[in-house]
């Protein structure tokens, strides 16, 4: 059952140099209980996909497309009305914790806050409850720890505090930006067990945006892979990892240095840097670093089609070659 | 076996914590680093490697005596640099070089690319003309033309190589790399780290590479020491460290990397640690890792505890260059 719908969302941004085009028509399905993965380097639009879906973008933002919650269209709403939406169906994890949480609350009343937000609950019985919830995210001495400040607690403890805060309401969907992206492996090891056990309680779906391809291996169903403002690959985690169409996905997996593999095996770059949101060239983003690149790349700008099943798609003219294509061959 | 470049031995550095108010009397050290210990080899590739507060970077930092070292020694070429002065250091300067995290503060921006890279040049007085300047743009694969830009007209990737450039420029023979890629995107990384190899291969260079990421260290690493809580907890050459990895804090980390490969992510075993890295200021007795060791919550007796609680575990040599320190070393097979 679809529980968020993306159709054709787009960005705007107006600058002194022109209108910054930051997502350009993006459009993707979250079904119940599922997760999602949406990754790109910085600069492709999916942290401000995530924003524009949670209407928390700046006033200068121009939104257009269509979001739907179950149904209900968001885009457009006040911020009233889209308040009453946020923390209790939709919640939302970010990458720095410091910014998410008030320093001069206890954890435990942050949290207690977030259940009374939605909730006609007394405040006895939702301190309560967030002493479950830090048990949940695995912080030990759950009642000791409520009474602490942010400052003085870890940064992977803080980020599993902002995890018990968006499941405290048993949303539908959280959406994690980038939350584990300034801690340490064994830390990360940690908030990501603790983001999996929030969804095995609430049962909610989950958006997790990331440039970690290790990391969307692991803890997501579905993959969207971003570049420019725009998805260039969508499908199941191992039709994008074991058969992308894609040479910019393709190129993404060639590039990274695995722990899994032995030998210094040559990487093999993506040459050139992303382009300029707000000079895009016609025709395909990524074709001024493709090495497949022919002129009808320039022309017209491929669309999302069907590869290898209805759900795998990939925006190339030429995504047909790829088939069994290996980055060290194409790059 | 042929004779280190760089010999560090018993190296400790230890920062006062002072106290608050007029007086700021001494009232603790935070001990970054404690006897720490490794051998540089000519045209090979240490990984230094561990969280963020182990005491890499200072550890780095003291090799090249940009930080005064507590005691210990740090050999070059069989002499000790720790007791000398800047002064003294200068020359070797040209020899033992650095290139920084973080591509953007790193480079003046009120400097153009040439004068970035002559600054060491005219600095130590072998500076000629341009042509120099052109030859080490091409060297790290910049465009010679680019010269007269500014930093900020480059991308993260091109910068972090006008960081090599710079450090190139003196021809070093040791070249600390303090994290050279964690402010770069993936995809540009990959370039850096082959550039970094192709130079390596080409100039003879010897390498500290100090990283959090054990993914670019096991493809760029030769040998590899890992750090906890400003000690070597492990030591080995790359394969055999991640093959057979035996201290229950490499092997935790190791499992704690994400495998960008699906199938083996679901059947993959996790170590998850629990609690924090412990105050630097009052590091546990005994062995540093044992608050968050899982064999010593879960598999040891109690004298056996008792042990990691008294006796700090020294680097014991296993075989084949792979040193651990931990009482109750088991290999392990993670991946």
Request: glycine letters at 8%; aromatic letters at 4%; hydrophobic letters at 35%.
């Amino acid at each position: 059952m679809t529980l968020l719908s993306v159709e054709n969302l787009t960005v705007g941004f107006p600058t002194e140099d022109g209108r910054l085009r930051a997502v350009r028509g993006v459009s993707y399905e979250v079904n119940r209980g599922e997760s999602v993965g949406i990754v790109g380097e910085s600069g492709s639009g999916k942290s401000v996909t995530s924003l524009a879906i949670m209407g928390l973008l700046p006033r200068n933002a121009q939104v257009t497309g269509s979001v739907k919650l179950l149904g209900e269209e968001l885009v457009g709403r006040t911020d009233k009305e889209l308040s009453k939406i946020r923390g209790r169906r939709i919640a939302m994890i970010f990458q720095d914790p410091l910014t998410s949480l008030n320093p001069v609350y206890t954890v435990g009343d942050q949290i207690a806050e977030a259940v009374r937000a939605h909730n006609g609950v007394s405040k006895h019985d939702a301190l309560r409850r967030a002493t479950d919830l830090l048990d949940i995210v695995g912080i030990p001495n759950p009642k000791l720890r409520a009474r602490n400040y942010p400052h003085e607690m870890s940064g992977g403890m803080r980020q599993r505090i902002v995890i018990a805060i968006a499941m405290a309401n048993n949303p539908d969907l959280i959406i994690a930006d980038e939350p584990t992206t300034a801690l340490d492996v064994t830390v990360q090891a940690q908030v990501l067990e603790a983001l999996e056990a929030a969804r095995a309680e609430t049962g909610a779906a989950l958006v997790l945006i990331t440039h970690d391809l290790g990391v969307i291996a692991g803890h997501t169903d579905r993959v969207c892979v971003m570049y420019a403002g725009k998805l260039v690959e969508t499908g199941t985690v191992d039709e994008i990892f074991y058969g992308p169409r894609m040479p910019y996905t393709l190129g993404l997996l060639g590039s990274l240095p695995r722990i899994d593999e032995t030998g210094r095996q040559r990487l093999t770059p993506i040459t050139g840097a992303p382009p300029s949101l707000l000079h895009l060239p016609p025709g395909c983003p990524f074709s001024p670093r493709c090495p497949m690149t022919r002129d009808r790349c320039d022309d017209a700008e491929p669309v999302l089609t069907a590869t290898t099943g209805p759900d795998h798609r990939a925006a190339c003219h030429f995504h047909t070659e790829l088939a069994e294509a290996k980055a060290e061959d194409v790059f | 076996m042929t004779e280190p470049i760089v010999s560090v031995r018993n190296l400790v550095k230890h920062f006062p914590v002072r106290s608050r108010g007029v007086l700021r009397r001494r009232t603790g050290d935070v001990h970054a680093v404690c006897d720490v210990s490794f051998d540089i080899f000519a045209h090979e590739t240490l990984g230094l490697v561990g969280e963020s507060g182990c005491g890499k970077t200072t550890t780095g930092r003291v090799l090249l005596n940009l930080e005064p070292a507590t005691s210990g020694s740090v050999h070059y070429r069989g002499r000790d640099l720790v007791p000398l002065s800047r002064a003294q250091m200068r020359p070797l300067r040209k020899e033992l070089q650095i290139v920084f995290q973080d591509p953007y503060a790193s480079l003046d921006p009120r400097m153009t690319v040439t004068e970035l890279i002559a600054e060491p040049l005219r600095i130590h007085g072998t500076f000629q003309d341009r042509s120099q300047v052109r030859d080490l743009l091409r060297t790290v694969g910049l465009d010679a033309e680019h010269g007269t830009r500014y930093a900020h007209e480059f991308s993260g990737g091109q910068r972090q190589r006008i960081g090599v450039a710079r450090a190139l420029a003196l021809r070093p023979k040791v070249l600390v790399l303090d994290e050279p890629l964690s402010a770069l995107d993936v995809s540009v990384q990959a370039g850096v780290v082959n550039l970094l190899e192709d130079l390596q291969d080409e100039l003879g260079l010897s390498y500290l590479f100090i990283s959090h990421d054990l993914s670019v260290v096991r493809h760029i690493a030769d040998r590899v020491a890992v750090m906890y809580l400003g000690r070597i907890v492990e030591t080995a050459p790359v394969d055999q460290l991640f093959r057979q990895a035996a201290h229950p804090y490499t092997q935790a980390l190791i499992s704690a990397i994400p495998v960008p490969d699906p199938r083996k992510e679901r059947t993959r075993r996790r170590i998850i640690l629990s609690g924090d890295v412990p105050s630097p200021i009052t590091p546990p007795t005994g062995c540093r890792f044992r608050t968050r060791c899982p064999k010593y919550a879960t598999q040891l007796t109690d004298p056996e505890r008792r042990r990691c609680a008294e006796e700090p575990p020294t680097l014991t040599d296993r075989g084949q260059g792979h040193q651990t320190a931990c009482h109750y070393a088991e290999p392990l097979t993670l991946i």
